[in-house]
């Protein structure tokens, strides 16, 4: 069982930055890969970025590469997703989500793949 707790939300200017963060608990965080979903009002759940749980790989949606990065502590059984460079449209609600997977380098993009999710925290870009 995991429980996720993600921060870092807010209000930002186009062009700004935002740092969100997931916490988890339990303990084999470490053999959990993550990944980062958004959902904007009246459009479904998108994916945005994953992780292994090694670390080592790692994909992102076309619409946020080159400004978006994410990240894992394993230590601190936390996820970060960085985002930079922010536009309107990145506006939505965003989750983070963990599987248990017994492969280090493997992870995946599908919402439905995903056995725990948080219960999001909004980012809001204005322009």
């Known amino acids: 069982q995991v429980h996720l707790v993600e921060s870092g939300g807010g209000l930002v200017q186009a062009g700004g930055s935002l740092r969100l963060s997931c916490a988890a608990s339990?303990?084999?965080?470490?053999?959990?890969?993550m990944g980062w979903f958004r959902q904007a009002p009246g459009k479904e759940r998108e994916f945005v970025a994953a992780?292994?749980?090694?670390?080592?790989?790692?994909y992102y949606a076309d619409s946020v590469k080159g400004r978006f990065t994410i990240s894992r502590d394993n230590a601190k059984n936390t996820v970060y997703l960085q985002m930079n460079s922010l536009k309107p449209e990145d506006t939505a609600v965003y989750y983070c989500?963990?599987?248990?997977?017994?492969?280090?380098?493997?992870?995946?993009?599908?919402?439905?793949?995903?056995?725990?999710w948080g219960q999001g925290t909004q980012v809001t870009v204005s322009s």
């Open positions: 992780i292994s749980w090694s670390g080592d790989s790692i």
């Open positions: 989500a963990a599987y248990f997977d017994r492969l280090p380098t493997r992870t995946k993009t599908g919402p439905s793949e995903y056995d725990y």
């Open positions: 339990g303990r084999t965080f470490s053999t959990y890969a």
